[in-house]
């Protein structure tokens, strides 16, 4: 049931974050929140479609991958480009090479992510405790 509506989530999600109104973008990405992957709403549109079938794109299969393999590469794989390309997109902004780690933690949407989803968790612990994270 949880593969179900994470599925169904995820679908309606990836269709709003397509979406030329920032609110239906932001609701798209809290779907993606629910699930605590809410960079998938930045790595999407300028990660995987602008690479999309290349070795840059880290929501391609590899040939001969198996799907566990893929989606915890992926997985990760997606955040790590992410944060390159928040990374990047802040040198441009403070025409710097090297970004102050303030600078990261305040401006970086991964960082933000990163502390929404901790945020979420804790609430989760606080109003429901450990059986809560029990599989």
């Known amino acids: 049931m949880w593969g179900y509506l994470s599925g169904v989530n995820g679908l309606a999600g990836h269709e709003l974050i397509h979406k030329r109104n920032d609110f239906d973008k932001y ?3 809290t779907t993606y929140t629910k699930m605590l992957y809410s960079h998938f709403f930045l790595e999407h549109g300028s990660g995987h479609h ?3 079938a290349t070795p840059d794109d880290a929501a391609t299969a590899r040939k001969g991958e198996s799907f ?3 989606a ?3 997985a990760l794989l997606g955040v790590y480009k992410t944060w390159e390309r928040e ?3 802040l040198r441009i902004k403070y025409n710097r ?3 102050p780690l303030i600078v990261q933690v305040t401006e970086n949407r991964i960082s933000w ?3 929404l989803h901790i945020l979420i968790l804790a ?3 606080n109003v429901f405790g450990w059986r809560a994270f029990k599989w």
Do not use: D, H, P
Request: aromatic fraction near 12%; include cysteine; proline fraction near 0%.
């Open 123 to 125: 609430i989760i612990l």
């Open 72 to 74: 915890v590469r992926s």
């Open 97 to 99: 090479e090297q970004v």
């Open 50 to 52: 602008r690479n999309v």
């Open 68 to 70: 566990y393999c893929f």
């Open 27 to 29: 609701l798209g990405m």
């Open 87 to 89: 990374t990047s997109r």
């Open 113 to 115: 992510f990163t502390a």
